[in-house]
């Protein structure tokens, strides 16, 4: 009986990636998903039942990639191996996508801005701030992280804002950030934040565009806020748009 069990459980498996390796996983429910993912945490047994308690425990398969190792070791039947590899996976699309962010690529707009910073979010559980830096023409030349505080906070370091701009010799930059909180409108203190640093760099003729507040892969602009607040609301701009 046992041996049988095994074999319907290989069966399954090989259908799945097969479907996955013919038409890939679009329209594919989250638990399917996940279930194959778990293929290779947990090399034999059904874990379909299991893939189906994390989703019903996190709510999506976004939450259960992004849930702390803790959390994740909780479930019953999770272990060290299926940590691991749920939290490798967003690691590496991030690592992915920001290779395909590649210098000399023009940027002028918002949106485009939020799609070449999307990939340094990716995961990130702490604050992180990041500055974007374009030349004369508005072209790409390269993003770097000016700062990470805990889960609630992160200081923005003007010197090293003015030391990444005059190193990559900027013209123009977008600053960017998240929010831990899942709530994206910028705050007061993001607000005045632009408005510092906006006014340090301009002496050494770098211009800020735009300061970018990123929440689960979605971004509000702080000058469109800005804008669509006088008009009496604001635009969250959400990645199907990029």
């Known amino acids: 009986m046992a041996e049988k069990k095994r074999a319907v459980h290989a069966g399954h498996r090989g259908r799945v990636k097969r479907e996955f390796l013919t038409r890939g996983i679009e329209g ?14 947990i090399p034999q ?10 989703i019903d425990r996190f709510g999506s398969l976004d939450r259960v990639l992004d849930a702390l190792p803790g959390e994740l070791m909780k479930v019953p039947g999770v272990g060290e191996h299926s940590v691991a590899l749920l939290k490798l996976i967003p690691a590496v699309v991030g690592l992915y996508l920001e290779g395909r962010t590649e210098p000399g690529q023009i940027i002028h707009t918002a949106a485009e801005a939020g799609r070449a910073l999307a990939p340094y979010f990716y995961g ?3 604050e992180i701030v990041y500055i974007l830096c374009l030349d004369g023409k508005e072209k790409l030349i390269g993003a770097r992280k000016i700062s990470e505080g ?18 990559l010799q900027a013209s123009f930059c977008y600053l960017a950030h998240n929010h831990t909180s899942e709530i994206a409108l910028p705050s007061p203190e993001d607000m005045n934040t632009t408005a510092v640093v906006r006014a340090a760099i301009a002496p050494l003729g770098v211009r800020l565009l735009d300061h970018l507040v990123f ?7 702080d ?8 008009a ?10 990029w």
Do not use: Q
């Open 215 to 221: 929440v689960d892969g979605d971004f509000v602009s």
């Open 28 to 41: 594919w429910s989250d638990h399917k998903v996940l279930e194959l993912i778990l293929f290779y945490a």
């Open 45 to 54: 047994g059904d874990v379909n039942p299991l893939a189906h308690e994390l």
């Open 223 to 230: 000058r469109e806020t800005k804008a669509a607040g006088r």
């Open 124 to 126: 990130v559980r702490n």
């Open 150 to 167: 805990n889960n609630s906070n992160s200081d923005v370091t003007i010197r090293r804002v003015a030391e990444e701009c005059m190193a």
């Open 232 to 241: 009496g609301g604001f635009r969250l701009v959400d990645p199907r748009e």
